[in-house]
């Protein structure tokens, strides 16, 4: 039989055992800190048919982007492209036009650059919109916190604070949206189950959609 790639085992307060393949079709394990390694095995095995397909599936989607940070080189904003304009005057700030322009006394350091401007557009950008649906659910995030996390979008802490990926910020404004929502609403619901999605269909009658997207083109926001 084939041997499932295990990339790592996360154990944290969470009362439940969660399976997530990754773009790179390989297997990431959360658990709860007590869950004896014999049950993940036994849970592995019950699920490895689904985990075998979601795998396939993941090796035959797009490649991951790879990028050389070349004039003309496109980078995603909400959903839009822009190509990536290097100018000789410019200075320490990245101006998005209809270009990404950035100043070629940068280029050196241009990835970490382009990163830092990701993670503060990310920030104004989901904290707005964290701030609209607080308001319309009522469930107020402890703390909102942009990170690096490359293999999750999104995460609620036990305490309500939210995490997000300053790559999300890449993707169009409605699944920007569906991924605040799935995490807002673990605010007050803390696992996966019917009534979870539930609340988040009440809030986003088409989320289905929305996570479908995110599932069919996540390579391509993976910089």
């Avoid at 295990?6 to 959360?30: D, F, N």
């Amino acid at each position: 039989m084939d041997e499932i790639p295990i990339e790592k085992v996360i154990r944290s307060r969470r009362r439940t055992v969660s399976l997530e393949v990754t773009p790179h079709a390989t297997l990431i394990v959360r658990a709860p800190h007590r869950a004896p390694a014999s049950f993940i095995e036994e849970m592995i095995g019950e699920k490895r048919s689904w985990i075998l397909r979601k795998m396939e599936e993941m090796r035959q989607r797009p490649a991951l982007f790879v990028h050389e940070y070349m004039e003309g080189e496109l980078f995603f904003f909400l959903g839009r492209s822009y190509p990536l304009h290097i100018v000789d005057d410019g200075g320490s700030a990245i101006e998005r036009t209809d270009r990404l322009c950035i100043s070629r006394t940068l280029l050196p350091d241009i990835r970490n650059r382009l990163k830092l401007w990701y993670m503060q557009e990310a920030h104004k950008e989901i904290h707005a919109r964290c701030m609209w649906f607080s308001m319309k659910t009522g469930h107020t995030p402890a703390s909102i916190r942009i990170t690096d996390a490359r293999q999750r979008w999104g995460s609620c802490t036990h305490k309500g604070g939210l995490n997000f990926s300053w790559r999300l910020v890449q993707a169009p404004p409605e699944i920007v949206d569906y991924v605040v929502v799935h995490e807002i609403v673990h605010i007050s619901q803390h696992d996966h189950s019917r009534k979870f999605w539930a609340k988040v269909k009440e809030i986003m009658p088409d989320y289905e959609r929305r996570r479908e997207w995110l599932r069919e083109n996540e390579r391509l926001l993976r910089i």
